[in-house]
C-alpha cells in the first residue's frame, strides 16, 4: 500500500507536470470507485489545474474550483504518460479504473488510475473541498506539520490504550504512516509493535518521536523527484524489517519475524525490539512459551 512518503512523492510529480494544464477528459472505467456524484466528475473538463496536493495517503488534484481527490488504498496506482491514448475505454473491463488526460504548455501529458488484483478500494471523489471527504476531513495531525512537535506525540500516546502499532497506522490519530512504514519505525525505536502506547516510557516516547521523523525523512527525501513508475522501488530498497521475515536482520543479524493477522502483517527483530522474545502469531496472544 503506498504510504506517505510515495504519495508525497507522486504527488509532487504531478504537481510538476500538471500545474497550469488544461484538464481535456476525465473518464471513469469503473464507476465503483467513483464516492459522489455531485459536481459531477465531467464538470473537471475545461478547467485549469491549480496545484496537486497531499493529504495524509490522499492525492488532491485542484482545478479552478474544484478538486479530484484520489487514495490508491491497497493496490492502486498511477500510470502516467507525455502520450495520452485518444478514444474511450469499455466500462468495468481490466485494471483501469479511471483515465485523465491534460493539455498543457508543455504539451499533453495523462494519467491512468489503475488496481490489481479483486479486492478492490481504490476511491475517487469529486468535490468542490478537500475536507468534504470524510477520509481526509477525519485525518489526525502529519507528521511534518508544525503542529506535530514532541509534546503533541506524548499527549497523543498518553491517551491511547492501543497497542502501538495500531496507533501508528490509525489515520485518525496520525496521518499519514500504514503497516510498512509502522514496522520500520518500530524497528529503529526498539520498541515492541505489542506494546502498549499509553505505557511507553519518556525515552521510549522521544526515541519513537525521533524515528518517525528520521525513517520518514529519509523515505520522503529518496521519493522527491521520482517518477511513479519508480517509488515502488524505492520503497522496497531500504526498508529492514517489512516485508522481510526470515532474513536477517541489518542490524543485529537475528532473524526478522513475522505476526500474521486476517488480512495483514507485521515483521519485527526479536533482538532489537522484544528482548528476544518472539511474539505470538496469535492477535491475543502476548508472547510464546
Not at 493496490?75 to 479511471?98: E, H, N
Amino acid at each position: 500500500m503506498p504510504e506517505m512518503p510515495e504519495v508525497a512523492g507522486l504527488a509532487g510529480f504531478l504537481d510538476e507536470h500538471l500545474r497550469g494544464a488544461v484538464v481535456s477528459s476525465v473518464q471513469i472505467v469503473s464507476f465503483a470507485v467513483l464516492k459522489t456524484a455531485d459536481p459531477p466528475y465531467t464538470a473537471l473538463e475545461g478547467r485549469t489545474v491549480d496545484g496537486v496536493r497531499r493529504f495524509g495517503k490522499f492525492v488532491s488534484i485542484d482545478a479552478g474550483g474544484l478538486s479530484l481527490v484520489f487514495h490508491l488504498a491497497r493496490a492502486g496506482w498511477v500510470r502516467f504518460t507525455d502520450s495520452p491514448a485518444a478514444g474511450r475505454l469499455k466500462q468495468g473491463k481490466g485494471y483501469i479504473a479511471a483515465r485523465l488526460a491534460f493539455e498543457g504548455p508543455d504539451g499533453p501529458h495523462g494519467f491512468d488510475l489503475t488496481e490489481a488484483g479483486t479486492r478492490k478500494s481504490l476511491a475517487v471523489y469529486v468535490v468542490r473541498d478537500p475536507q468534504e471527504v470524510p477520509g481526509i476531513a477525519s485525518l489526525g495531525p502529519d507528521p511534518f506539520s508544525t503542529g506535530f512537535d514532541a509534546g503533541t506525540f506524548a499527549e497523543i500516546l498518553r491517551a491511547s490504550p492501543q497497542q502501538i502499532k495500531g496507533v501508528l497506522r490509525s489515520q485518525g490519530i496520525i496521518a499519514g504512516i500504514g503497516n510498512a512504514y509502522s514496522d520500520e519505525i518500530l524497528h529503529a525505536a526498539r520498541i515492541s509493535p505489542f506494546a502498549i502506547a499509553k505505557s511507553l516510557a519518556a525515552d521510549e516516547v522521544a526515541a519513537l518521536f525521533a524515528a518517525i521523523h528520521t525513517i520518514l525523512g529519509a523515505a520522503l527525501a529518496e521519493a522527491r523527484g521520482k517518477p511513479p513508475q519508480d517509488l515502488k522501488d524505492v520503497k522496497r530498497s531500504h526498508l529492514r524489517v517489512h516485508a522481510r521475515t526470515g532474513l536477517p536482520c541489518p542490524v543485529c543479524g537475528d532473524t526478522v519475524r513475522e505476526v500474521s493477522f486476517a488480512d495483514t502483517a507485521l515483521q519485527y527483530c526479536p533482538t532489537c525490539q522484544t528482548k528476544g522474545k518472539i511474539l505470538a502469531d496469535r492477535r491475543t496472544s502476548k508472547f510464546l512459551k
